[in-house]
């Protein structure tokens, strides 16, 4: 089994930026994928970014191209989302997983498919 636990959610105003985390209870061996997703009140979930964990290929969603970065530090089993120029459509509960199969861009597509491992979330709200 694997845990995994968001956070750095929180309130911030419309042009402000919020660094999120995803911690790893443990190492995962072989070639894996690490994504984030979120879901808004009344909408499905959507994938925002994903990477690998080998050579750190990467996808947007169109909705955060430019506004968002990933990242991922493997020696601390550490994802990180860098948002910045929030704006009150991306306020959302915002949620990480493990994918041990397909691409970045499967990944991100698929949004609560094919998925391996889910933390438990962290709410993001742009308001002023």
């Known amino acids: 089994q694997l845990q995994l636990v968001e956070s750095g959610g929180g309130l911030v105003q419309p042009g402000g930026s919020l660094r999120l985390s995803c911690a790893a209870s443990?190492?995962?061996?072989?070639?894996?994928?690490i994504g984030w997703f979120r879901q808004a009140p009344g909408k499905e979930r959507e994938g925002v970014s994903c990477i690998s964990s080998s050579e750190g290929s990467t996808y947007y969603a169109d909705s955060v191209k430019g506004r968002f970065t990933i990242s991922r530090d493997n020696a601390k089993n550490l994802v990180y989302l860098q948002m910045n120029s929030l704006k009150p459509e991306d306020t959302a509960v915002y949620y990480c997983?493990?994918?041990?199969?397909?691409?970045?861009?499967?990944?991100?597509?698929?949004?609560?498919?094919?998925?391996?491992?889910w933390g438990k979330g962290t709410l993001v709200t742009v308001s002023s």
């Open positions: 997983a493990v994918r041990t199969t397909g691409s970045v861009q499967a990944m991100c597509n698929s949004a609560s498919r094919g998925m391996d491992y």
């Open positions: 443990r190492f995962i061996l072989g070639y894996y994928f």
